[in-house]
Structures are given as C-alpha cells and as structure tokens.
C-alpha cells in the first residue's frame, strides 16, 4: 500500500490499496472513494487517527457516526455490529512481552462494506502488517473483505496462541521456584500474572460469540466460501480461551501451594521460637535451684541451719543436686529440653500438601495443553 502524506496534527498513517483478483493496486486516498464501485474491493488503513483524519473516509464510506466515534477512540471490547450493508467488527490482539511478564492488549477495528474495508489501528502490533503481507503474496484463497477479515481473525487467534506458550513457560518456571523447596515467597510474581491472564481473557473471551456469527455467514458482506475458515478460527480460539481458563486455575494452585508453604514455614518458625523459649525457660529453672540455695547460706547469719554438723554441706549439695535431677527429667519428659515430635510431623503433612498441589497443577497442565493446536 501506499503511505499517504501526512496533514498536520495527523496521529498516525493512512495508507489506501484496491485489490482485484488477488492484485494489489496502490491507490490515494481520492483514488480509493472512486474505486469502490470497480472491480475488487478497496482496503483503508488507518493508524491511530483523530476523528477529523478519518472524517472524509467515514463521509465518503457512509460508516455509522458512533461507531467511528467508538472505533477512534478505542477500549472497546471484541465485538461484531451491523448497521445497514456495513460490518463493524472489534478485534483485540495481544502481544506478550516474556521480560517484563505482561500482556499488550491492542485494539483493531475493521469496517467492512460490499466492497471496501477500512481499519483502525490502536497500539503496536503488526497483525495488519502481516495480513497485507499474505494478501500480496497470492498465496491464499480469495474472498474479497470477508478474506481480509477472516486473515485478521486468524492473525490475532494465532498471537494468543503465542502468547499463551509464553506464558506456560512462566507458569512453569514459577511451579519449579514455588515447588523446589526455596524459602522465598513467590506470591507477588504469581497475582501479577494472574492480573495480566485477567486482561488477556478480557480480549479473548468476548471473541467466541463474534466469530460464532462470523461462521454462520448471517451478513451478506460474508461469502459463503469464507465461513469454513471461520468455523476454524472459531475453533482455535475455544481452544485459546480454555487455555487461559487453566492458566488462572493453575496459577491458583500454585498460589494456593505457595501460601501454604509460607505459613508452614511462619508456623515452624514459630513453633522452633517457642521450643527455644521453654527450652530456656527449663534451664534457667533447673539453675535457680542452685542459686537460691547458694544465695541463703551466702548470707553469712550467725545461727544458719546444720553449720555445725560436718555433713550439712554434702546434704546441701545432695539436696541440690536431687532437684535438679528432679527438674532436669521432669523437663526432658515433657519436650521441654529438645524438640517434639510435632514439628516433624508438621513438616510431613506440610510436604504432603506441596506434592498434593503438585500433582494437581501437573494434571491440570497435561489436560489443558493436550490437543490444543492442530
């Protein structure tokens, strides 16, 4: 296509091509309005416009105000309206950047009439790009604006697909860092990806009622050759969204397991605090006895029990001596000089949780990625 010099103020590029029998023809943007009615059908692409860069398109194409008000303003949610002969259908591509963990939602609204399309471009994605591309090489079936939309459609299906293999590759590197057994808590890396699958599903799930009437071929711009095509990337994206489905599933076990594993260890820790303080507690009991005892005849009182028997002192010793014995096995009876059994056991069923959640998300991975792309 051909790039059309840019009026001042512009936001972005229109660009204008009539194709005719799987041939591109470029075009300016007069040259556009008075091919319409020739053979093919003539493809307007604008990128990031204003409404009064695509005023004259919309005059001339008769497009429905709101919706070019709508489409240029974009945060639109995927859809399909008719109004008339005309077509409007909003797609929302994605792109994932694996770096940073998110996910780029972009917007792209396509107008399509008996024979022109015009579309609006939100965001950085080259999913129009790629489509022209296809179109120019002849390689494909040719079916007139419903084949620039299905290419589209597939276009953006397949970049959700993409996305979604990134994102499995997260999942799974997060399973190896919660599961093998380090200290450090993963949850703020788990709820970030989850709140981006949140965005992604908010692109894909609205997309499945749209191309479901894409398939059944209920608009006279749609060919009946194009609805197979369609039924197809219908089918992919049934596939995508279960994926997503899983990918929030899973990235609950893994915060569920992560959650776990971070008040087993809070409770050992604890648990481990309170063992120090009985086992403190016990000893400095245990050399009270001494002391107290120690600390009555260091009184230096002139009348002082058994002074002058020469066995008071080995008695006082022995008496010592026997309580703290005493102390020392009544301690050691009740865990108080060494740590229970139930820190062990706590440890155990904690371990049993971990490879419970394990094996949950493992199965939940197998069954969500079994047969998910043809």
Known sequence: MTELAQRPGRSGPVRCARYVGGRRVDLTLDGAFAAC????????????????DIAAVATEFRLPELAVADAVAAHQRPKLEVHGD???VVLKPVHYVDSYEVVEVTEVALFLGPSFVVTIRHGDNDVLDRVRRDLDSGEHPEFGVAGVLYRVADRVVDGYR?????????VDDIEEQVFGGGDQDRSERIYSLKREVADFRRAVSPLSRTLETLADGRHPVLTPAAEPYFRGVHDHLLRAADNVEAID?????????????VSVRQSQIQLRQNEDMRRISAWAAIALVPTAVAGIYGMNFEHMPE??????????LGVILTICLALYFNFRARHWLGAPASAESQADGAGRVRRELKSRA?????????GSWS
């Open 307 to 316: 002074l002058d028997w020469q066995y008071g002192y080995p008695l006082v």
């Open 162 to 170: 993409e996305a979604i293999d990134y994102i499995y590759d997260d």
């Open 249 to 261: 599933r899973l990235l609950s076990d893994v915060l569920q397991a992560n959650v776990a594993q």
């Open 86 to 88: 005309i077509l409007l």
């Open 362 to 370: 493992r199965k939940l991975r197998r069954t969500a990625r079994f």
């Open 37 to 52: 009615s020739a053979e093919g059908f003539v493809w307007i692409e604008c990128t990031d416009p204003t409404r009064e």
